[in-house]
């Protein structure tokens, strides 16, 4: 017995040997009966049955709560219950940890989602969010796979930054002054001169000026990394704190920036399909059952598994911001007055409403939307030749909207400062990243793709916060 090592359930649910002795550490899920255990422990989603008998010491039965910590020892058997094969007959059972049942939040029957998030730090306990990181996890590994297979560079750009990537203003400040009592300038100012790096910083927006610094001599970098945005929105798509990857490419144009990422879209949900099919089928059911609570014509048309191998196996369609424009002017909802923001000229910001309704009714697949006017932009984007627009993409997926953003980028120099010019972008400050336009300028492209929305599409869940571990969001912080 001593020797006997810990046998994962995953491994045990997938064994026929039956008649040996085997070791499970996990935690009750259920006791039933005063005779059945279901274990798990994190392994697989699903748990394993272990039977109980006299020989077990009663007291200790007692003490088996939902949620405790178990050690048992006992002989695999093939089991006679429906739904599993093999069950454990136990032969010692030892209590790690117990667990007071009547303060344990998670009992044996659903809880909501919203509920579940003030628990963020048992909520890993459940099914669902044991699904939902266990499907994170992989596309997280199946980006970096794609990446490494196309000879692409990781790299680590930092988070704490004293420029704005995006030019929008959005940061959350980094300092180590003395909130109270903080040095002033001449004319009353704070003194960042005197602060931790002699300057004013904060928290990084995006990894993508570091990155085309790099793509200039390494010529295939990605980046993978938390990104912090400051905007007050209370969306069920945005988060504070969320986690981005930047393809940065030399020598690649538009065209190919959106063959990168609808390749890579496709790869990372390829991945996904083949090797979480058991999470991937739990995520389908639980949808299902929300499903039907929704009036008949509310449901969606596809379940998940349909969708997933939907998009990854049809082209996305590409058209121009000009075209969907037109679309979105004639379309019914535009007519009736639906959206709450009306198309009118082209030149308006494309809100979610539009976004979705361009994928979701109109294409029903998901959209590539290139060259916006350069107004609505980030100033590095790459200008087109009409003065108006610039080489930018959006890739908008169902049920999300906006997944990837990205552009072809200003080699130009002097078009470049010109544009920074006029949206007040400090030249100075960024004399670094127009070195790269002085210094063996070349055309360039990549773009960003927000993991968390990557893995809201995925599991089919609905609220941004439900596939982070520790969601930070306005006024959520907790844990
Ligand atoms: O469109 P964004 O702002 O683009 C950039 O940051 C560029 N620097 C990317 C590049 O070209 N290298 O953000 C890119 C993506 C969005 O499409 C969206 O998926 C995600 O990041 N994103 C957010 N995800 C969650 N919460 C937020 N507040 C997000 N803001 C952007
Ligand atoms: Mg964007």
Redesign the pocket.
């Known amino acids: 017995m001593e020797t006997l090592k810990r046998t994962k359930v995953k491994e045990l649910l997938n064994s026929t040997a039956y008649g040996t002795d085997v070791i499970v550490k996990g935690w009750v899920r259920t006791f039933r009966n005063d005779k059945f255990i279901a274990i798990n422990d994190g392994s697989t989603i699903n748990n394993i049955q272990a039977v109980v008998d006299s020989t077990i010491d009663e007291t200790l039965l007692k003490r088996l709560t939902t949620g405790a910590a178990i050690s048992i020892t006992g002989e695999l058997i093939e089991s006679i219950g429906k739904g599993q094969k093999v069950e454990i007959q136990v032969k010692t059972l030892e209590i790690l940890g117990d667990s007071d049942a009547e303060k344990f939040p998670l009992q044996p029957k659903k809880h909501s989602l919203e509920f579940l998030r003030e628990i963020a730090h048992l909520r890993f306990r459940t099914n669902t969010f044991n699904a939902v990181f266990k499907v994170r996890h992989a596309l997280a590994f199946a980006i970096h796979q794609f990446f490494n297979e196309r000879g692409f560079v990781y790299l680590h750009t930092p988070i704490i930054t004293a420029s704005d990537a995006e030019g929008a203003g959005e940061m959350f400040r980094v300092t180590s002054l003395d909130f109270d009592n903080p040095p002033r300038t001449e004319d009353g100012k704070v003194d960042f001169k005197q602060d931790f790096f002699g300057k004013s910083t904060n928290l990084t927006v995006s990894g993508q000026l570091e990155g085309e610094l790099a793509a200039m001599a390494l010529g295939e970098i990605y980046t993978f990394g938390p990104t912090f945005r400051a905007e007050n929105s209370n969306t069920t798509r945005h988060l504070a704190e969320f986690w981005m990857i930047e393809p940065e490419v030399a020598f690649n144009d538009l065209n190919d920036n959106m063959n990168l990422a609808e390749d890579l879209l496709k790869y990372v949900i390829t991945y996904a399909l083949e090797t979480c099919e058991d999470e991937l089928e739990f995520l389908k059911n639980r949808l299902l059952e929300e499903e039907k609570q929704k009036p008949q014509d509310e449901r969606a048309e596809m379940d998940l598994l349909a969708k997933l191998h939907f998009v990854s196996s049809n082209d996305f369609i590409r058209l121009s911001y000009t075209e969907a424009i037109e679309i979105l002017k004639n379309s019914t909802p535009n007519k009736k007055k639906k959206f709450k923001y009306l198309i009118e000229n082209w030149g308006a910001d494309l809100q979610s409403e539009h976004e979705r309704y361009l994928v979701e009714k109109h294409f029903k697949k998901p959209v590539i939307l290139t060259d916006y006017p350069k107004d609505i932009k980030a100033f590095y984007m790459r200008q087109n030749e009409d003065g108006k627009t610039v080489r930018a993409m959006?890739i908008l997926f169902p049920g999300i909207g906006?997944i990837v953003?990205g552009s072809q980028r200003e080699e130009r120099l002097d078009f470049l400062e010109k544009r920074m010019q006029e949206m007040n972008i400090p030249t100075e400050d960024l004399y670094w990243y127009l070195d790269t336009r002085k210094f063996g300028t070349a055309p360039h492209a990549g773009f960003?793709l927000g993991f968390e929305r990557l893995v809201l599409f995925v599991t089919g869940m609905t609220n941004i916060r439900d596939v982070i571990p520790f969601p930070r969001a306005p006024k959520t912080a907790e844990f």
């Open positions: 959006d906006e953003g960003g």
